[in-house]
């Protein structure tokens, strides 16, 4: 019911043209192939619950867990997905996706989209920029010509942010 009404409300603010609304639509169409059935509705902890097995998978790295990596990171992602399919519009879990993906795979196309998502959804939230740069800076190359603008930006907002101290 909660993804019917949401769904219909927001095509109409769709068909006005509010880019929000767009790039929530993208962030859903970015991982609709991967997300458990329609949108439903967040819980309560969702999104920290993804985020903190996020870092339970990094610290299983740095100290060498490797008996419990696969099963850390199929927890990890199955939690992004669904936090994701309740919550598209939130930079913090595609950054966070984009990273999982770039650490079993590598930087990829997919990874590449994660990252424009990232960008999308919270374009001047420094501290999403501040980890973009960190993670994917080195990898930007590998990146799709949107990902990289975004990190040109992410590197200016920065710059910006500097200079007017």
């Known amino acids: 019911m909660l993804a019917g009404c949401f769904g219909a409300v927001?095509?109409?603010?769709?068909?006005?043209?509010?880019?929000?609304?767009?790039?929530?639509?993208?962030?859903r169409t970015a991982v609709s192939d991967t997300l458990p059935g329609e949108l439903v509705a967040c819980r309560n902890g969702l999104r920290r619950s993804a985020?903190?097995?996020v870092v339970q998978v990094?610290?299983?790295?740095?100290?060498?867990?490797a008996d419990t990596m696969d099963a850390d990171?199929?927890?990890a992602v199955d939690a992004l997905r669904e936090a994701l399919a309740?919550?598209?519009?939130?930079?913090?879990?595609?950054?966070?996706?984009?990273?999982?993906?770039?650490?079993?795979?590598?930087?990829?196309?997919t990874v590449a989209r994660y990252v424009e998502m990232s960008c999308r959804t919270g374009r001047f939230?420094?501290?999403?920029a501040r980890d973009r740069i960190?993670?994917?800076g080195a990898a930007e190359a590998d990146l799709s010509d949107d990902a990289r603008r975004c990190l040109a930006e992410d590197?200016?907002?920065?710059?910006?942010?500097i200079a007017s101290r």
Do not use: H, K, Y
């Open 134 to 136: 960190r993670f994917f």
């Open 155 to 161: 590197r200016a907002s920065f710059a910006r942010l």
């Open 58 to 65: 990094e610290n299983g790295m740095r100290s060498g867990r």
């Open 73 to 75: 990171m199929g927890r």
């Open 51 to 53: 985020l903190l097995a």
């Open 86 to 109: 309740c919550a598209p519009a939130q930079p913090t879990l595609w950054l966070a996706f984009a990273r999982l993906r770039a650490i079993r795979q590598g930087v990829d196309e």
């Open 10 to 27: 927001a095509i109409l603010v769709l068909n006005r043209g509010l880019p929000t609304v767009r790039a929530v639509f993208a962030a």
């Open 125 to 128: 939230e420094l501290w999403n």
